[in-house]
């Protein structure tokens, strides 16, 4: 388990690629778990219910996988999808983790105080970096240049808001 967090946190830092992984789907389905954890637990902090947390989480993650084996498809590069969804997914564990911290400052709460500053500032700076390390899968994954990777990060996390939220009715 250490060295498949050392692998994460390597591949968020941009030192590993998708390919490194073994294309196996009992990793695949353990950082599935993880993710989903994870965005319950990110959930749960930001007060809402762990069964809303845990619809939105499910919603996120299966919006990703169909538009990855969607996209991987078409162009004909299907055999990626493995390794590419469980980066995606193992990167987004551990970065939803890391994001309890900052969340824990209550950046998102009534009262503006100097930590939830603190907090909502590191939450920025953590929604950056999670764009560049899904720039960086994606321009593993699709051949294509980190500032593609990063602008299709960015249209998919605006489309995944809108849909969640519509499907939650704003929450």
């Given at each position: 388990?250490?060295?498949l967090?050392?692998?994460f ?24 778990l ?13 007060e ?17 996988l169909?538009a ?10 299907g055999?990626?999808?493995l ?6 997914l ?16 209550n ?9 939830a ?16 390390v ?7 994954t ?10 299709i ?6 489309t ?10 704003g929450?």
């Amino acid at each position: 388990v250490q060295a498949l967090v050392i692998f994460f946190i390597e591949l968020c830092a941009q030192r590993r690629a998708p390919q490194d992984l073994p294309p196996s789907e009992a990793l695949f389905g353990l950082v599935l778990l993880a993710d989903l954890l994870a965005g319950m637990l990110v959930g749960l902090i930001t007060e809402l219910s762990w069964w809303v947390g845990l619809g939105q989480g499910l919603a996120e993650i299966a919006l990703m996988l169909a538009a990855l084996y969607a996209a991987l498809n078409l162009l004909k590069l299907g055999a990626r999808f493995l390794q590419a969804a469980t980066a995606l997914l193992g990167s987004g564990a551990l970065l939803g983790l890391i994001a309890l911290v900052p969340l824990s400052f209550n950046p998102t709460g009534q009262e503006a105080t100097e930590l939830a500053a603190l907090g909502a500032l590191l939450l920025l700076g953590l929604v950056v970096w999670s764009i560049l390390v899904t720039g960086h899968i994606l321009r593993h994954t699709f051949g294509i240049t980190l500032g593609q990777g990063a602008a299709i990060g960015i249209a998919f996390e605006f489309t995944t808001i809108v849909l969640v939220r519509l499907l939650f009715g704003g929450v």
